[in-house]
Nanobody, 120 residues
Framework: VQLQASGGGLVQAGGSLRLSCAAS????????MGWFRQALGKDREYVAI????????DYADSVKGRFTISRDNARNAVYLQMNSLKPEDTAVYYC??????????????WGQGTQVTVSS
């Protein structure tokens, strides 16, 4: 599977953004999908994960209640709806895929990142 993330941009604190990740391949629903982020000068950080069926999700504590991960298997896409954004959410956001469900662990396939900048 190949991944292409989009939807990043500049937003004021308290605002919202929706990231999208388009996946190639015919077996998209077989993959667990995730979002990670990396702020400048910091390590990559887990954000959220969703099962192949979309039934199960998991979130980092820092985004729980503000971000929502979802997927549309008919469109080979996964989304990250980000509400109540904070300056500390500023980072490059990456979508990722893996065959196995393992929240908070790194994943096997990575897309390119999309920059999210939240101004105060």
């Amino acid at each position: 599977v190949q991944l292409q993330a989009s939807g990043g941009g500049l937003v004021q604190a308290g605002g919202s953004l929706r990231l999208s990740c388009a996946a190639s391949g015919r077996t998209f629903s077989n993959y667990v999908m995730g979002w990670f982020r990396q702020a400048l000068g910091k390590d990559r950080e887990y954000v959220a994960i969703i099962s192949g069926s979309g039934i199960s999700t998991d979130y980092a504590d820092s985004v729980k209640g503000r971000f929502t991960i979802s997927r549309d298997n008919a469109r080979n896409a996964v989304y990250l709806q980000m509400n109540s954004l904070k300056p500390e959410d500023t980072a490059v956001y990456y979508c990722a895929a893996d065959k196995y469900w393992a929240p908070r662990r790194s994943m096997n396939v990575w897309g390119q990142g999309t920059q999210v900048t939240v101004s105060s």
